[in-house]
């Protein structure tokens, strides 16, 4: 009997331990640009500057083995013409549309080529309560500082141990 009871819990345990991780929907970073050089000659670099990070995000989540992470291309479009920010929970809306457990929007403020600050917010999509919130500061408006913040913001918040746990 006591073994059957051991072998019972450890198939129990086996199954936890191999459990799938949660899908996550990684949503477009959008720019929130009161510089002003974005006032009069508009936010290209920054633009092109967004899909990278968003995409620098979703690989190394994807990379971590801790994320399922879910192709966005069905809802794109609804999402780049929302403000996901302030919406009123479109974005837990179409991340469910897809299947999503987790969801991640993000935005840069821009308020000079020095003063930069990027957000990621991760959020239950099914409860819509926020799991984390990650925000960092960057010095210079350049493809490396953006990158190397999103890299830090990766490494030591979203994958940091407990990060987001209560």
């Not at 987790?102 to 990027?118: A, D, H, P, R």
């Not at 919130?133 to 918040?157: C, H, K, Q």
Request: with cysteine; proline share 4%; hydrophobic share 45%.
């Amino acid at each position: 009997m006591r073994a059957l009871i051991c072998f019972a819990a450890l198939l129990l345990t086996s199954s936890v331990a191999f459990a799938d991780p949660p899908k996550l929907a990684v949503f477009d970073f959008e720019l929130i640009d009161t510089s002003l050089p974005g006032e009069f000659y508009g936010s290209k670099p920054e633009e092109a500057r967004l899909l990278r990070i968003s995409e620098q995000l979703r690989k190394e989540l994807a990379e971590s083995g801790r994320f399922q992470l879910l192709d966005i291309a069905p809802v794109r479009d609804a999402a780049r013409h929302a403000n996901l920010q302030a919406c009123g929970g479109c974005d837990l809306k179409l991340a469910a549309q897809l299947g999503a457990e987790l969801e991640i929007t993000g935005m840069v403020q821009k308020v000079s080529n020095l003063i930069i600050n990027l957000n990621i917010y991760l959020r239950d999509v099914k409860t819509g309560n926020m799991i984390a919130a990650a925000s960092a500061d960057m010095r210079g408006n350049t493809d490396e500082s953006w990158s190397r913040t999103m890299s830090y913001l990766i490494r030591n918040r979203l994958l940091a141990p407990n990060y987001g746990k209560p």
